[in-house]
């Protein structure tokens, strides 16, 4: 299929409600599709923020690495997801790195571009801070997984978490084992023993990437 600018742009959360006007000018000053190979470093530490990413398809982690070079991934990025909010306010260099895991098509918008947008269509100031107080929630369970409960409950507490945002007791798994293992703050070691357990426990179905909460 060939790529509609009027749909990615459209698809992305904080444009939700725009009017075709709005997004038919939001098409026009987007750069699309860049094509990013799996392995490409999109950002790091030392790159200027100053474009909001869309994903128009594949995958891209986000991660941090600490003064021993171990990777810490924050979240995933899929289809539809939009990164680098703060690029179309701050001007700052990125705190973390963002890699595709697969090959990845990126389109883009500047803060300059934005912010002129901004002052005609104020409804995306106010879709804008949903979008960013949902990603601070995102952050906030994150911590709140990988803080004071055991491996075993971080692990049950994430597939438990998936399958309410799913609204499914069956699924697949969002993300590679060893992605989720970073996520979690585990080792992919911990991860398996402790899925297995949950099998053990009567908790868990899993086969393959499908898991089924019990």
């Not at 698809?11 to 987007?30: N, Q």
């Not at 990025?77 to 680098?84: E, K, V, W």
Request: aromatic share 6%; charged share 25%; proline share 3%.
């Amino acid at each position: 299929m060939s790529h509609s600018p009027i749909k990615c742009v459209q698809g992305a959360p904080i444009f939700k409600g725009l009017d075709d006007a709005a997004i038919a000018e939001l098409a026009k000053i987007s750069v699309h599709q860049q094509l990013f190979n799996k392995g490409s470093v999109l950002y790091d530490p030392t790159s200027q923020l100053d474009r909001m990413m869309i994903v128009d398809s594949g995958r891209v982690k986000v991660y941090q690495l600490n003064e021993n070079g171990k990777e810490k991934v924050l979240y995933m990025l899929r289809g539809g997801a939009i990164d680098s909010e703060a690029a179309l306010f701050a001007n700052r260099k990125h705190f973390n790195y963002a890699e595709a895991v697969e090959d990845t098509r990126i389109c883009s918008i500047g803060r300059d571009d934005f912010q002129a947008l901004l002052r005609r269509e104020p409804d995306v100031a106010f879709n804008l801070l949903n979008i960013l107080g949902d990603r601070l929630t995102e952050l906030e369970s994150v911590s709140a997984l990988t803080g004071n409960l055991t491996a075993k409950n971080r692990v049950l507490a994430y597939l438990q978490q998936i399958g309410q945002e799913k609204q499914a007791a069956e699924f697949d798994l969002p993300v590679r084992k060893k992605e989720l293992a970073s996520f979690l703050g585990i080792t992919p070691e911990t991860l398996s023993r402790q899925l297995h357990q949950l099998v053990a426990d009567g908790l868990l179905a899993i086969a393959g990437k499908r898991v089924t909460l019990l």
